[in-house]
């Protein structure tokens, strides 16, 4: 049984509560493990790596512009969300496949490259750069954290052109490096809707690497 | 006495940094506990007491980097 949580548009606190949810369901047994997909109202966040200087303007700017700021307790610097970007948290108990932090992140990658590649985008992995990028520009990018080898947070994968310039607030995972989208990268637009599709296809059917999570590429 | 001991965290993952450590020294702790908080590459990561007892040391503090296999600290169990 894959459960699959499609929360729609939210706000961060929103999806973020209900991740922590999902996250004692698991932990307590009540559920095997756990898929939540949804878009965020704009945001940033903060993760352990982050400092306050990659925010590159001042907090009451942000508060006039409505986009909250959260320290979370993901790995990563700071990075920021909003419409138009597929927000992916799988909560899964890595005590039933491998606990690896490295292969678990890996596929994070695999699974939104083969999500990009129903489009006949190509993207790649950066050795040392964690996160999914097309040529120099990252579209994709990945915190997670994990306990009681549970896992939560997960992928940002950009879809929609539009939204992208908010990345200039920040620095995002605290470098000086482009973004990109998924619309961008192939001159069309692109609903998240059908993303989603593609997504709970992949989970539903297990052909996704999250069904043998323990294995290899 | 029981130690706390960093175990393999993935393939290629040679080390971690202490985000913050739950208790203080000298404090009262249970098994399972989340105990301390590691970071590495995009991960953190929640290691939980190994058992129930008295955190009697930390050997690693914020900010320091530590190895798998190495230890963190120590707990002295309830007798």
């Known amino acids: 049984m894959v459960n699959i949580f499609d929360l729609g548009l939210v706000d961060f606190k929103e999806a973020w509560d209900f991740q922590k949810k999902v996250f004692s369901d698991v932990k307590n047994g009540e559920l095997t493990h756990a898929f939540i997909l949804c878009q965020h109202n704009p945001v940033i966040t903060l993760g352990r790596q982050a400092t306050s200087k990659n925010i590159l303007i001042p907090e009451s700017e942000l508060k006039n512009k409505g986009i909250e700021v959260f320290n979370v307790e993901r790995g990563g610097d700071a990075t920021y969300h909003g419409p138009g970007q597929l927000m992916f948290y799988p909560i899964l108990n ?19 490259m083969q999500t990009f590649s129903e489009f006949s985008v190509a993207t790649q992995r950066i050795k040392g750069l964690t996160g999914v990028w097309f040529k120099d520009k990252k579209i994709a990018s990945i ?12 992928v940002a994968m950009n879809i929609k052109q539009d939204d992208l310039s908010n990345f200039s607030l920040i620095r995002p995972c605290g470098m000086d490096i482009m973004m990109t989208s998924l619309e961008t990268c192939i001159g069309e637009k692109i609903s998240v809707r059908d993303i989603k ?15 043998r999570v323990g294995g290899r590429d | 006495m029981v130690k706390v001991v960093l175990p393999e965290l993935g393939e290629g993952i040679e080390k ?3 985000s913050f450590w739950f208790f203080k020294e000298g404090e009262k702790v249970n098994e399972k506990d989340d105990l301390v908080e590691l970071t590495t590459d995009k991960a953190t990561f929640n290691l939980p007491s190994p ?3 008295m955190l009697s040391e930390i050997t690693f503090h914020e900010g320091e980097t530590v ?11 309830n007798q």
């Open chain 2, 16 to 18: 971690a940094t202490v």
């Open chain 2, 51 to 53: 058992a129930t007892g």
């Open chain 1, 94 to 112: 890595l005590n039933y496949f491998k606990r690896d932090i490295h292969i678990f992140l890996r596929k994070l990658e695999s699974i939104a």
């Open chain 1, 197 to 211: 599709k593609i997504l709970t296809r992949r989970l539903q059917n297990g052909e996704s690497c999250f069904a």
């Open chain 1, 143 to 154: 915190g997670i954290a994990i306990k009681n080898w549970i896992t939560y947070h997960g």
């Open chain 2, 67 to 77: 190895h798998p296999g190495e230890v963190l600290g120590a707990l002295e169990e």
